[in-house]
């Protein structure tokens, strides 16, 4: 079993940036899959962003290409969001999740383990 944790949302002004974290417990993290997802007001929840156990692989749902980045530190057992130049669309609830592969994939569907989520409110 992996315990996740998100952190870091907030209120923010469109433009801002703002880092979520996750941080997991339990079973080592570092042989998880883990990514990021985001579920909007009247919206089904949908991948944001996806990493490999490594690092080394990553995804991002086109609409947040070059804005967002995500990470991990496999040594602090955390995963990271960085969010730039946010916009009132980006407002959800963000949700961490691990798998229990190597790699990860873009379907929620595959995702054994997932946070209760923080939330990311962009005012315009």
């Known amino acids: 079993q992996v315990q996740l944790v998100e952190s870091g949302g907030g209120l923010v002004q469109a433009g801002d940036s703002l880092r979520l974290s996750c941080a997991a417990s339990?079973?080592?993290?570092?042989?998880?899959?883990a990514g990021w997802f985001r579920q909007a007001p009247g919206k089904e929840r949908a991948i944001v962003a996806s990493l490999s156990w490594s690092g080394s692989k990553t995804y991002y749902v086109e609409s947040v290409k070059g804005r967002f980045t995500i990470s991990r530190d496999n040594a602090k057992n955390t995963m990271y969001l960085q969010m730039s130049s946010l916009k009132s669309e980006d407002t959800a609830v963000y949700y961490c999740?691990?798998?229990?592969?190597?790699?990860?994939?873009?379907?929620?569907?595959?995702?054994?383990?997932w946070g209760r989520g923080t939330q990311v409110t962009v005012s315009s």
């Open positions: 999740a691990a798998r229990s592969s190597p790699w990860a994939t873009a379907s929620e569907n595959d995702y054994e383990y």
């Open positions: 339990g079973r080592t993290f570092r042989n998880y899959a």
